[in-house]
């Protein structure tokens, strides 16, 4: 396994990427970490899984998703990835998009092991990470630097699969492009997230603006972010 691919690699959005490596027709997913609900929205509208559970462990997020009313398929929950509040073996599919690196290091090994639990034998994880490059990040960085944090869910990938708790199906590296209208749009999406706090200084913020003002083109603000996906399987017989 490698936490970072080559430099060339193809372009592709995530959903044009599980939906190649996933079989969601009549599936039961979970998905951690759901955020806004942007891709928990997308796959419930474009495939034929027949439910999702969508967990946000940040309350103000999960206060918005629960006034989502046009997803029928979708019950949004609000639990840590350490503490899936669903029984054993009862996941086709668990979903992690950019959110393992989230929790906290001391229980990353805890959030693997819960998502083996309630995976049913040959359910498939999906745990994509962001890998520590590109120029998105570069901007990022700038406030509020991953590379630790990251390490840190691909060791615990690793670990998980050393374990045989769960296989190894597929690594897959690709990246996509972020393209946005002007600042306001990245303070909106990144800077005023309600599960981080960036608390930015007026000087590291002009900081950041100058950065960002780098990538002006003709199309707006365009940025590429590099991904690594770890599709895991959990066996028939999950060894101790």
Do not use: W
Request: with cysteine; proline share 5%.
């Amino acid at each position: 396994m490698k936490i970072q691919g080559p430099d060339e690699q193809p372009v592709a959005s995530e959903f044009e990427v599980l939906t190649r490596m996933l079989p969601y027709e009549g599936a039961r997913v979970l998905e951690l970490g759901c955020g806004a609900a942007e891709k928990t929205r997308e796959i419930a509208e474009r495939t034929k899984v027949s439910e999702i559970v969508a967990a946000e462990i940040d309350p103000i997020q999960h206060a918005k998703n629960l006034q989502i009313e046009d997803l029928p398929r979708v019950s949004f929950k609000s639990f840590a990835a350490e503490a899936i509040d669903e029984p054993d073996d009862s996941f086709d599919i668990v979903l992690m998009f950019k959110s393992l690196h989230h929790v906290p290091t001391t229980v990353m090994d805890d959030a693997l092991s819960e998502v083996c639990r309630v995976l049913k034998p040959g359910g498939l994880a999906y745990i994509s990470e962001p890998v520590f490059a590109g120029s998105f990040n570069e901007i990022i960085r700038l406030f509020h630097d991953e590379s630790t944090v990251r390490q840190a869910a691909f060791d615990a990938v690793v670990r998980a699969v050393a374990s045989r708790r769960v296989e190894l199906v597929e690594e897959f590296f690709f990246t996509n492009v972020i393209k946005l209208k002007h600042f306001g749009q990245f303070e909106a999406g990144v800077l005023n997230v309600t599960h981080t706090d960036h608390d930015l200084t007026p000087e590291l913020l002009e900081a950041v603006k100058k950065k960002f003002e780098g990538y002006r083109s003709e199309d707006g603000y365009v940025f590429d972010t590099p991904n690594r996906v770890d599709l895991l399987r959990k066996p028939a017989e999950v060894s101790s």
